[in-house]
């Protein structure tokens, strides 16, 4: 409302409690911050979560060199960037971008040693499935994972250049995914749409 009312730029720090199911990897009391910019995509908000980040590091830890769990973390800007085709492929060989549907897909990645879940029905949720198992533990030093299946995304816009895709980013930092952003989808036909194939999923046990 604020946005649509003039206010271009406008954010929330929220003290949150969301147990949405039992997970080691995932903190149900934790504190966020929410942002919302008219005119930006999510290279913008790379820049900005960089940027907050290393400034926070420096005010608070002296140094955006950091250790964490053994590990040091450089957080000076720039981070890498690279898109989960890519990364999925260079860690496990596999290049969904080649599977022309989800029965060569899973056989494939069978084959690679990953599991299938049998709801998956989609080539996109399979390249998701095989970046969690193969690639998200092991992303250490701070990356941006970028583009997106579709499926897996129903506010993010459609990619500009890239079918079946979509502008959006996760951060990890320590094999833990740190943050979640996207060029906003303001196309409110496509959103129903995507909205109502969520809800059919889920109504079918997704």
Same mark, same amino acid.
């Given at each position: =409302?604020?946005?649509?009312?003039?206010?271009?730029?406008?954010?929330?720090?929220?003290? @949150?409690? =969301?147990?949405?199911?039992? $997970?080691?990897?995932? !903190?149900?009391?934790?504190? $966020?911050?929410?942002?919302?910019?008219?005119?930006?995509?999510?290279?913008?908000?790379?820049?900005?979560?960089?940027?907050?980040?290393? $400034?926070?590091?420096?005010? @608070?830890?002296?140094?955006? @060199?950091?250790?964490?769990?053994?590990?040091? @973390?450089?957080?000076?800007?720039?981070?890498?960037?690279?898109?989960?085709?890519?990364?999925?492929?260079? %860690?496990?060989?596999?290049?969904?971008?080649?599977?022309?549907?989800?029965?060569?897909?899973?056989?494939?990645?069978? %084959?690679?040693?990953?599991?299938?879940? %049998?709801?998956?029905?989609?080539?996109?949720?399979?390249? !998701?499935?095989?970046?969690?198992?193969?690639?998200?533990?092991?992303?250490?030093?701070?990356?941006?994972?970028?583009?997106?299946?579709?499926?897996?995304?129903?506010?993010?816009? %459609?990619?500009?250049?890239?079918?079946?895709?979509?502008?959006?980013?996760?951060?990890?930092?320590?094999? =833990?995914?740190?943050? !979640?952003?996207?060029?906003?989808?303001?196309?409110?036909?496509?959103?129903? !749409?995507?909205?109502?194939?969520?809800? $059919?999923?889920?109504?079918?046990?997704?």
């Amino acid at each position: =409302r604020l946005i649509v009312g003039g206010f271009e730029k406008v954010y929330e720090l929220g003290r @949150i409690f =969301r147990n949405e199911g039992i $997970s080691t990897r995932h !903190n149900p009391e934790f504190t $966020s911050v929410e942002i919302y910019q008219a005119l930006a995509d999510y290279f913008d908000m790379m820049k900005l979560t960089e940027e907050l980040i290393a $400034s926070l590091s420096t005010q @608070i830890c002296g140094s955006t @060199i950091i250790s964490y769990q053994g590990h040091q @973390i450089d957080l000076t800007p720039p981070w890498r960037r690279v898109t989960m085709h890519e990364i999925v492929t260079e %860690k496990t060989g596999l290049d969904f971008s080649l599977f022309e549907d989800v029965d060569i897909a899973a056989a494939s990645m069978l %084959k690679a040693g990953l599991e299938v879940p %049998k709801k998956i029905d989609s080539v996109g949720r399979l390249l !998701n499935e095989a970046f969690e198992q193969s690639v998200e533990t092991d992303l250490i030093q701070p990356t941006f994972v970028l583009d997106y299946p579709i499926e897996i995304s129903p506010l993010a816009r %459609k990619h500009r250049s890239k079918q079946d895709l979509v502008e959006r980013f996760e951060l990890f930092i320590a094999g =833990r995914e740190t943050a !979640n952003a996207f060029s906003e989808l303001i196309d409110p036909v496509d959103q129903r !749409n995507r909205l109502e194939i969520q809800q $059919s999923r889920r109504e079918e046990g997704d």
